[in-house]
């Protein structure tokens, strides 16, 4: 397909959620939740994040795009100290901050970290257990074990994943038989239930078919007036149409951030503008 | 040119045939072949232990016939009643070694002083123990007459044998030769059923002088506990003697002639509590005893392998650092390189002598069982079977553990779990299943193993004395691997014995059998709930 067949469908395609989004000037209002300062990353001997400085504004949906390898991913991570578990990963320079709180000073507790940065994964992963455990265990961990609180809690994140309908009369079966699309809801609800401040979601619906898709999109919108996402996704129209901004990153480095519309509309670098129009990547 | 006609591709069959296969086939046939061998030989094993199993059950149907025609049956009732008798002289035996310490410890007698205390005792005690003079001279008498006949009989049937194998061989006139002599039955058992009137005036007499004895002045005893157990004494004498009219009547409806029921050769094997070979008297072949000793030695094993297989696994799979894993994996599975024969001489030489030792010690006293009395019993050899499924238990659970999917771990991590809650609460119960496998193919390792126990389960061939509690397992027991181990060397082949071992290996095939059948069933359900 040539580049020019895909600039005249760019508009078309990307224009409607975007026009349908508030007055840019309604998120400009918005504080920084978090504050990434000039951060370098190594993997062993591998730098995989080059000097990346972002600010992550409150209640929005912000989107990382970018081809495989470019580093998204791994920022995502950093978020929340994921890349803890990986023995050879470490931050070698700069600052994470949420809420300018330091998250990389030897003092975080990562435990306390994670339980307000919640993450949804690529591949739904709903524990062997049933529906209600699966929403249950990060309060359980927690040490809240009153069946009314506990009840409570299934409801309002079943709910808030708009999940409820479909599985109310079924809560104790396994949360592994549920489709794929219900799965990933359910790991949703499942993040949202210990009422996190920040939601990461590592390229949520890349293994969901088109309907499930749009679910998990309606989703993230209604979730944003409570919670602060972070996304990251490969489908540039999800981005585009979920996400108030948004960051290019290739090779380790953020090329790009802005609004969405000006990313996708108006890029002002040639990279940012070569990948959103579908040259490369 | 005909070749024009013909497309420009060949699409006929060209490739080389080997006996009319093409090469492709071969390889699967190679293929099918290997995998046939190994049904084969399952099942070639479990025709060969039928078919040598298979004549046990005939065969000590006739061993019980011949102890029931030759009036075995008939004195052993006897010899039972002069063997409770015996064990009634043995608790006044104990008795006395309890009053002695109690004269030479408690009062500080000095010996002589205190045997000299203890001759009213001793005379009771004589007076006692001669009671069952009358009894245990007809039992001898009887015992020697039905021997002879069960001699008598035993050569025949070697003789009847004897002639159908030269007949077979065709040697008519030498198979003519061979003597079978005539047994009179009836006369044989003559003095047996003369014996009933005279067991009757015999028992009359014993109870009348066992009677006496009790009515005799008692020998004082010197603490109330003492007193206690000599009035138990009483009381055990006087139950005895109840007994005596059971065993006189089972004498007088004794008949030699009653057919012997196909279940009881059943029966007395599966449930029989004797195991005892190449006997002068009757041979038994029970194989409670082995089970027993067999179950016992395993369930030590299992208490003691599956915390530290299954633990040591969890700690390798999900705690550890690299370093640790590439000491700790490697010398867990080292162990089940050691040869059994090895460990079994450690077990004779180091741990037997260390937990005699240690159980001596005065501060673990309280442990039932202890000091142990034996060097080999169940304790020892279960301990070091657990050497044994240790490697087993923890290669087959950490392979459970490491496939429980990341993202489970990540999953439980994301929502604030620490390392060991996502452990407790996230990787062992999605790898349950997996460790339970791993813990029953331990278990099937344990069951079948043979050296170790044939070298430290002391085996003493019978059920150890489950009054004691706990404490029997400190007690020795001889294994149903042990057994054939032991004796298949030195029996008869095609004989009794011999069908008998091949029995005890048909029960271990059904547990080692039932043993895997439920491990696969297990992880099957595993990677279903898993996905």
Known sequence: MSAHTLMEITPTTFAPPIADKPAQADSEVHQTLIDIANLDFFYGETKALHDISLKIPEKEVTAFIGPSGC???????????????????????????????????????????????????????PFPKSIYENITYGLRLQGVSAKSRLDEVVERSLRGAALWDEVKDRLHESGLSLSGGQQQ??????????????????????????????????????????????????????????????????????????DTQTIFMKPSDAQTEAYVSGRFG | MPDSDRPAFAIRKTRTRFLGLTMDECIQAFFGGNALVAVLVLGLITVFLFREGSGFFKQNQSNIEVYRTAGLEYVDHLKRQEADHTALTRYLFDLRVRVFKHHTEVEGATLGEA?????AFDDYSYDFGDTVEPLREAVYDLSESVTATKTRM?????????????????????????????????????????????????NGQFAASLLSVLAAEAPAMPTAELEARFTRFHELVEQYIDGFPTVEAALNTWDPNEPIPTWKSWTSFITGERWLTASFWQDWYGVLPLLTGSLMVSMVALIIAVPLGVGAAIYVNQLASVREQNIIKPCIEFISAIPSVVLGFFGIAVLGQAIRIISQWDWLSWVPGFPVVERLNALTAGVLLALIAVPTIFTLAE???????????????????????????????????????????????????????????????????????????????????????????????GGIHYRALFVVGIVLFFIALFINFMAQKIVQRYRISIG
């Open chain 1, 71 to 125: 580093g998204k991913s791994t920022l995502l991570r950093c978020l929340n100290r994921m890349n803890d578990l990986i023995d050879i990963a470490r931050v070698d320079r700069g600052t994470i901050r949420i809420r300018d709180i330091d998250i990389y000073q030897p003092d975080v507790d990562v435990i306390e970290l994670r339980k307000r940065v919640g993450m949804v994964f690529q591949k739904s992963n």
């Open chain 1, 185 to 258: 809801r359910l790991c949703i609800a499942r993040a949202i239930a210990v009422e996190p401040e920040i939601i990461l979601m590592d390229e949520p619906c890349s293994a969901l078919d088109p309907i499930a898709t749009a679910r998990v999109e309606e989703l993230i919108h209604e979730l944003k007036s409570k919670y602060t996402i972070v996304i990251v996704t490969h489908n540039m129209q999800q981005a585009a149409r979920c996400s108030d901004r948004t960051a290019f990153f290739y090779l380790g480095r953020l090329v790009e951030y802005a």
């Open chain 2, 115 to 119: 045997n000299q205390q203890l001759i």
């Open chain 2, 154 to 202: 035993l050569v025949n049937e070697d003789r009847l044998v004897e002639r159908q194998q030269l007949r077979d061989a065709g040697a008519v006139e030498a198979a003519e030769a061979v003597v079978i002599e005539e047994i009179d039955l009836v006369a044989a058992r003559q003095p047996l059923l003369a014996f009933r009137p005279v067991y009757g005036q015999i």
């Open chain 2, 399 to 493: 392979d459970a553990l490491q496939n429980v999917p990341r993202a489970f771990k990540e999953a439980s991590f994301a929502l604030g779990a620490t390392k060991l809650q996502t452990i407790i609460r996230i990787v062992i119960p999605a790898a349950l299943s997996g460790i339970i496998s791993a813990v029953l193919l331990g278990l099937g390792r344990v069951v079948g193993e043979t050296m170790v126990v044939l070298l430290c389960a002391g085996n003493r061939i019978a059920i150890p004395d489950f009054t004691t509690g706990i404490a029997a397992f400190t007690q020795p027991v001889h294994t149903m691997t042990g057994i054939i181990a032991q004796e298949m060397g030195e029996v008869v082949q």
